[in-house]
């Protein structure tokens, strides 16, 4: 059972515009959340994080957006450039509690910004 | 500060063999995390090491084992290879924010089994 899901596997958006990555979890336990951008042949780059008690931060381009009561979360980036094209990775992970769990990853969504 | 580094970056073996990545955490970092990619699976949390000790494990059989050395550094085992072990094996060592731990990612080692 996945806990942590990307719909769109991919989603294409033109420069200039706002980009909108989704991710939803089904684990009331996760406390912690983190995006990643990836490209081919390199491992994940952190990108930006949120935690329960907060619903919304942000840090320059990118924004995450937190609704607990939907387990939903979603990037935005605005404004697209093309560098921004690369697979994002929502993850999540419980609240540590005297140890550390491991982050539960999404599918990705594969971000294609047009020209 | 100089990122994650995993070696080697890439390696062939054969059904049966056993193989041993390394993992160098960003200087100052004591936790280290592995995952394994693959196509179909995505991202999966393999097991965590903090100073020496195994404190997180995932839900992979014991063919995968790990250790962390004094200085942080980590290997991750593999034995008795099968050909759904070819994958991009991640390390990650991890950093401590206000809210919690957020943890930077290596270039993986891709091995491949045949």
């Known amino acids: 059972d996945q806990q942590v899901k990307q719909n769109s596997p991919s989603l294409s958006v033109q420069e200039g515009r706002i980009s909108i990555l989704n991710c939803d979890y089904t684990?009331?336990?996760?406390?912690?959340f983190l995006w990643y951008k990836k490209y081919p042949a390199e491992g994940p780059t952190f990108l930006i994080s949120?935690?329960?008690?907060?619903d919304k931060n942000e840090d320059g381009r990118f924004t995450v957006f937190l609704n607990k009561s939907a387990k939903h979360l979603s990037l935005h980036i605005v404004p697209s450039q093309p560098g921004d094209s690369a697979v994002y990775f929502c993850a999540a992970r419980p609240r540590s509690g005297g140890g550390a769990d491991g982050l539960t990853f999404g599918k990705g969504t594969h971000l294609i910004i047009q020209p | 500060k100089a990122g994650v580094t995993q070696t080697p970056r890439y390696l062939i073996k054969t059904r049966g063999q056993q193989v041993t990545l390394s993992c160098s955490p960003i200087s100052g970092h004591r936790s280290v995390s592995w995952y394994q990619q693959t196509p179909g699976q995505g991202l999966q949390f393999l097991f965590e090491y903090f100073s020496e000790t195994q404190r997180n494990k995932g839900n992979f059989p014991g063919r995968f084992s790990g250790r962390q050395f004094s200085n942080s550094r980590s290997e991750m085992n593999v034995s008795t290879l099968e050909l759904g072990d070819s994958a991009l094996y991640l390390c990650?060592?991890?950093?401590?924010?206000?809210?919690?731990?957020?943890?930077?990612f290596g270039p993986g080692t891709r091995l491949l089994v045949l």
């Open positions: 990650a060592s991890s950093q401590m924010r206000a809210w919690g731990e957020t943890q930077y």
């Open positions: 949120i935690s329960s008690i907060k």
């Open positions: 684990n009331s336990m996760f406390d912690y």
